[in-house]
């Protein structure tokens, strides 16, 4: 899930980030490749001299099933086994044919009509078609097990036909303006209409399995590896690499340790990799370090009283919490650029709206009067307004009489968690508020459970941010609490849904953009999310293994988790004599540069414009 393993994913009001996200794009503005001319290491040739591609991740898979996946690594996973209606382009993220070539609306924009392409065939033979897009978006509009991960992109479906192979037809109940951002993997309706029960179904069991994407899934152990081998039959064409291999290591010095001699190709961390970790990786022979601004946002998420639809209330969030005075407080004595600039160490920007400044068409920043400052001792006076005062011994009392002591779900395989939550005992701590912080392998429990006072979150953003946005719905809350619901942390606002709706049928795009803007104002305001920071993507990968690869966008962004499949299937072994494949709707390949290309200006970054759970949704 977002960060909830994920899962995965208030503010300052300091804005230094146009300068450092220059500095960023300038220091990371790569079409990433290498003049390095040293065969790869033989660990990374396969059974009779197969090419693979060692992938170092620091995330476990939640499940292999699309339908139950939120992820960073398996939603990634599934976008290189299975192809989407469309996709998006790696240099600018616009949209681009994807199994879809084309499409077009009724003018009443009720009635999609897309045409599927002919020659993208199962990795089975058999061929793909219309009537697999219809099955996968029926069936997760019946069975609420098959909607988990997805069901956001069609509650808004009436219907959904195939009156030919190469014709899908959906129909609206209201104009939805994402209907050509339906981030949802089309999967064989041959294959998966076998499936009983597809809330408990992880498609962990039997490979390989039947995809059409780039790559066919072929193995997986669990909090091991995940391998897959090169579709030779992809329509856009074969990747360069014979396998791909995401391999777990739940240490991230080892998994460094391992790009160093040369066991892995490529390093992401969990999911960037920490300031100290890049620096020592700089200027070492054939390895190069990608430093990006990123898709993602670093928050920390408080509980509002975990409840269900069917207002079943659960967990055991303090009850202080539901005060909107105290998470303003407590929000406006974290220092975001303490943590820029400590934690981070300049490798992020500070934080405020829930959407990364690289999709600048809905970039947030509070207004002068409405930010909520670094200013612990109005953050003490809010919370003496609020009936919580402190006792002799300076302890910070709640309405029992106890001291108020807040545990925060933290995931023991991210650094910066750690470091972050040291911070927050010592600015807490100066309020009089104790700070616990309880960092394991797993937080998804916990956290579906409702059993936390606040968390470290963080999410991937898609190019299209209706999902992000659509899992602080009343919609997105589980059916019961035995169910799984695909919320971040159980947020249910009337005002927020109402700008929600608003901007799921607004096709004007400035407009729509206003009425994003709008609903981030209001998490900010609410306080149930303190977006803290968005760090960049810092990943590294070997230039002896690999020649070169596609970042997205193309002109400083990143490898690791990107909107589509562009890295994986572009990046070309380093003994190639080939190039990269295309990996843009006009074909033209990513060019192979040794050195780094920086930005004059901020032009080219914001011509550019998806959920991680609690570890990293996607």
Not at 27 to 55: F, W
Request: aromatic share 10%; charged share 25%; glycine share 8%.
């Amino acid at each position: 899930m977002n960060r909830h393993d994920q899962h995965g994913s208030g503010r300052s009001t300091h804005r230094p980030w146009r300068a450092r996200l220059l500095a960023a794009a300038g220091a990371g503005a790569l079409l990433l490749a290498s003049g390095a001319v040293a065969p790869p290491v033989s660990a990374k040739e396969g059974d009779g001299g197969d090419k693979v591609l060692t992938v170092a991740v620091a995330q476990s898979v939640d499940s292999l099933s699309p339908f139950l996946a939120v992820r960073l690594l398996s939603t990634s996973i599934h976008r290189l086994t299975y192809e989407y209606l469309t996709n998006y382009d790696a240099e600018d993220n616009h949209v681009i044919p994807g199994l879809a070539t084309e499409w077009k609306s009724s003018p009443d924009k009720l009635t999609w009509t897309y045409t599927i392409r002919s020659d993208s065939k199962w990795s089975d033979g058999e061929q793909a078609t219309a009537e697999d897009a219809a099955w996968t978006f029926n069936t997760m509009m019946t069975d609420p097990g098959a909607a988990t991960a997805n069901g956001s992109f069609v509650g808004n479906f009436e219907k959904v036909t195939a009156p030919s192979p190469t014709q899908l037809v959906i129909r609206l109940k209201k104009p939805q303006a994402t209907m050509t951002a339906l981030d949802v993997p089309i999967v064989p309706k041959h294959v998966w209409e076998k499936v009983d029960d597809f809330s408990k179904f992880n498609n962990d069991k039997d490979f390989p399995v039947v995809g059409n994407g780039p790559f066919v899934l072929t193995d997986y152990k669990p909090d091991s590896y995940v391998r897959l081998k090169a579709n030779k039959d992809f329509w856009r064409g074969a990747p360069k690499f014979d396998e791909l291999v995401f391999r777990y290591y739940k240490d991230q010095d080892a998994a460094v340790a391992a790009l160093r001699k040369g066991e892995v190709s490529f390093v992401a961390g969990s999911p960037s990799l920490t300031p100290a970790q890049a620096d020592s990786l700089k200027g070492e022979e054939n390895i190069r370090v990608n430093d990006a601004p990123g898709r993602r946002f670093y928050a920390l998420a408080t509980n509002p009283g975990a409840r269900a639809k069917d207002g079943t209330k659960f967990g055991d969030g303090d009850p202080s919490l539901l005060d909107q005075r105290v998470r303003n407080a407590l929000f406006m004595a974290v220092d975001r650029k303490a943590i820029v600039d400590k934690v981070f160490q300049g490798h992020a920007v500070e934080g405020a709206g829930y959407i990364p400044p690289r999709f600048s068409s809905y970039f947030f920043e509070p207004s002068a009067g409405q930010e909520l400052a670094h200013d612990p001792q109005k953050a003490a006076r809010l919370l003496d307004e609020a009936g919580y005062r402190t006792n002799a011994d300076g302890k910070r009392l709640g309405k029992d009489g106890k001291p108020l002591d807040y545990r925060i779900l933290c995931h023991a395989t991210d650094p910066n968690d750690k470091a972050v939550g040291k911070y927050l005992q010592e600015w807490w701590g100066e309020l009089g508020i104790s700070v616990t912080l309880d960092c394991l392998d797993n937080v998804t429990d916990p956290w579906l459970a409702g059993k936390y006072d606040l968390a470290f979150d963080g999410w991937s953003v898609n190019p299209d941010p209706d999902f992000v946005l659509s899992i602080h719905t009343c919609a997105a809350l589980p059916a019961t609490p035995k169910d799984t619901g695909a919320t971040d942390n159980f947020i249910c606002d009337k005002e927020y849904d109402d700008l929600y709706a608003r901007q799921l049928g607004e096709y004007d795009a400035d407009k729509r953009a206003e009425i994003v803007k709008r609903m981030q104002s209001r998490l900010y305001d609410t306080g149930y999310m303190n977006v803290m920071a968005y760090p960049n993507a810092v990943e590294a990968y070997r230039t002896d293994q690999i020649k070169s690869i596609t970042t997205m966008p193309s002109a400083a962004g990143n490898i690791y988790g990107q909107d589509g499949y562009w890295s994986w299937w572009s990046a070309v072994p380093a003994d190639s004599g080939g190039s990269a494949g295309s990996s843009s709707s006009t074909g033209t390949v990513i060019g192979i540069v040794a050195g780094v290309v920086v930005l004059v200006g901020l032009g080219v970054l914001f011509a550019v414009r998806r959920r991680a759970s609690a570890d990293d949704r996607e």
